[in-house]
């Protein structure tokens, strides 16, 4: 079965930065692509940023430019860099692999201003 553990998450002030990683687990991930979402409160899931195989990230509009999405093959594990946080990007983060359609449990970042 497909698992899927998300970490690094945790609280800091608007401007800082956090590394989340999530390692899969009953898959090979280079065999499909990746992706990262969050769930804001009250809000329904989202998509962040997809990385395909190829491994060259894109991400939707509001955190282009801040996040950088990213995997490594051989860890069978793929990262979400995010810098200059905001307020705004206070969410539970997951991780994805297409094509199956089970969750992990998912990290939990909050910004404070």
């Known amino acids: 079965q497909v698992h899927l553990v998300e970490s690094g998450g945790g609280s800091v002030q608007a401007g800082g930065s956090l590394r989340l990683s999530c390692v899969a687990s009953g898959i090979d991930i280079s065999g499909n692509s990746m992706g990262w979402y969050r769930q804001k409160p009250g809000k329904a899931r989202e998509l962040v940023a997809n990385i395909p195989r190829s491994g060259v990230a894109n991400y939707i509009t509001s955190v282009e430019g801040r996040f950088t999405a990213s995997r490594d093959n051989a860890k069978n594990t793929v990262y979400l860099q995010m810098n200059n946080l905001l307020p705004e990007d206070t969410a539970v983060y997951y991780c994805?692999?297409?094509?199956?359609?089970?969750w992990g449990q998912g990290t939990q970042v909050t910004v404070s201003s």
């Open positions: 994805h692999y297409f094509g199956a359609a089970s």
